[in-house]
């Protein structure tokens, strides 16, 4: 059996606040510590739920940075009440949510958004 562990993404230098303001409070995941043996590259993971198996997204900084236009992680969510929960909570932090591909993904509903350095990332949900 093989299953995704994490996603990595990127923030330039001094970027942690910012990815937080995404990862954390648009999207409610919860920050989690970075092994000791990592922690002087800087950056910071995050993970859906408390438990181990949840969706893990780790930033990294990178330098000189550029954000994943195209390459993104797809996050699934629930139900179609959770997802659209989600877009209102990244909306009034600032993010702008595009629900243009709602529905073109078959048995989802989906919406794309950039966190905040332009990385792309999908939420869905089964329809």
């Given amino acids: 059996m093989m299953r995704l562990h994490h996603v990595q993404v990127a923030c330039p230098p001094g ?7 995404f990862w954390r409070d648009g999207l409610g995941m919860t920050e989690v510590p970075k092994p000791a043996d990592l922690a002087g590259r800087g950056g910071c993971w995050f993970r859906a739920g408390a438990e181990a198996g949840g969706a893990e997204v780790h930033v990294g900084v990178e330098d000189p940075f550029a954000p994943a236009r195209k390459a993104h992680p797809a996050l699934l969510v ?3 009440a959770g997802l659209e929960r ?3 909570s990244l909306e009034a932090a600032g993010f702008d949510v595009d629900w243009g591909e709602r ?3 078959a048995a989802y509903q989906r919406f794309h958004t950039r966190d905040a350095h332009g990385n792309r990332v999908e939420v869905l949900a089964p329809a």
């Fill in 15 to 21: 970027g942690e606040d910012e990815a937080r303001r």
């Fill in 78 to 80: 629930a139900d179609v």
């Fill in 86 to 88: 989600l877009g209102g």
């Fill in 103 to 105: 529905h073109t993904f």
